[in-house]
């Protein structure tokens, strides 16, 4: 049975993959779940207008009234925005129920790779996936974002995995599961809001067109799995990795104290890192978002060529 039954692409979407132009995928629970409203509408638009300016076509993904939508106007982004935390943080099991309830949803990376895939689109920036969670050895929360790299051929610009993430069993997680992962002019990999972790990347690549070039060989030998991209916060945004340490270890302190564990830790830690760092990790977080959406597009634009 056709997707399409499910799934609306916008005319500018649709007409550009069709056309073989470049078109960069955007998640939704950024704009839903990762910022308050206004910044969460500007960033979000703001993205878009950096994907145009580097010569890609922006498909900010979500789901509403039950359609998977890629490719949102600016009313609907408002709307995404003013209800915040009202609208399901969707992940990929979620999806069946919300569409047969016609319900609405913000897309995590999983659920934006999935429907940027069925939309055509090869390539999405976001700013940071999910990883192994701390503690993920009794917990067994791992994010299904990695799963789903592991299995979804898009590649996915990011700034690393957020460094409330156990980094190293992470990577460990992406290795088994055959994800290559990329460091983007550097070998370490990045930890979002600063450019260092102490983890070796597998490969580091130093300009879009070799970032394209592996996308394209990799879809060219058939390899059902994604790429990640990690591209490091640039130097003038990123946080001293003291301060931003010492936070997160407060705040997992606090959700753990008050049992806050699955869908909802990512938000609650990143809210309180947020409050601990007087809002500097959220000025990292957007300029760390541009950053991403810059080089996707240019690597969009690298792999039409090709």
């Given at each position: 049975?056709?997707?399409?039954k499910y799934l609306d692409v916008s005319p500018e979407v649709a007409e550009a993959v069709a056309a073989g132009k470049p078109v960069v995928a955007l998640e939704s629970t950024i704009?839903?779940?990762?910022?308050?409203?206004?910044?969460?509408?500007?960033t979000a638009l703001k993205v878009e207008s950096i994907i145009r300016e580097n010569g890609a076509v922006p498909a900010?993904?979500?789901i509403l009234g039950g359609r998977l939508k890629a490719g949102l106007t600016p009313e609907e982004i408002e709307y995404l925005g003013k209800k915040g935390h009202e609208v399901t943080k969707a992940s990929r099991r979620d999806l069946a129920v919300l569409v047969s309830k016609g319900a609405d949803g913000a897309t995590?990376?999983?659920?934006?790779?999935?429907?940027?895939?069925m939309a055509g689109i090869k390539i999405f920036a976001t700013g940071g996936i999910g990883g192994v969670h701390r503690g993920a050895e009794t917990t067994m929360d791992i994010s299904a974002d990695l799963e789903e790299l592991a299995q979804t051929p898009v590649m996915v610009v990011c700034a690393g995995a957020k460094s409330i993430l156990d980094l190293g069993l992470t990577l460990e997680y992406l290795e088994t599961h055959?994800?290559?992962?990329?460091?983007?002019?550097?070998k370490e990999l990045p930890a979002f809001y600063t450019r260092k972790s102490g983890f070796a990347v597998d490969y580091?690549?130093?300009?879009?067109?070799?970032?394209?070039?592996?996308?394209?060989a990799?879809?060219?030998?058939g390899l059902k799995g994604g790429m990640l991209v990690t591209n490091p916060i640039p130097e003038e945004f990123s946080m001293d990795p003291a301060v931003i340490n010492k936070a997160i270890d407060e705040a997992i302190a606090e959700a753990n104290a008050q049992g806050i564990h699955g869908k909802e830790s990512t938000p609650f830690l990143l809210a309180k890192v947020k409050e601990l760092t007087g809002g500097d990790s959220l000025d990292s977080n957007i300029q760390l978002v541009f950053n991403n959406a810059r080089l996707a597009a240019q690597t969009a634009a690298e792999l039409c060529k090709l």
């Open positions: 049975m056709s997707l399409n704009i839903s779940h990762g910022m308050p409203y206004p910044q969460n509408v500007e900010t993904i979500a995590t990376v999983t659920t934006t790779m999935m429907i940027a895939y055959g994800v290559p992962v990329i460091g983007y002019g550097t580091e690549l130093d300009s879009p067109a070799e970032l394209a070039a592996a996308f394209k990799s879809q060219d030998i």
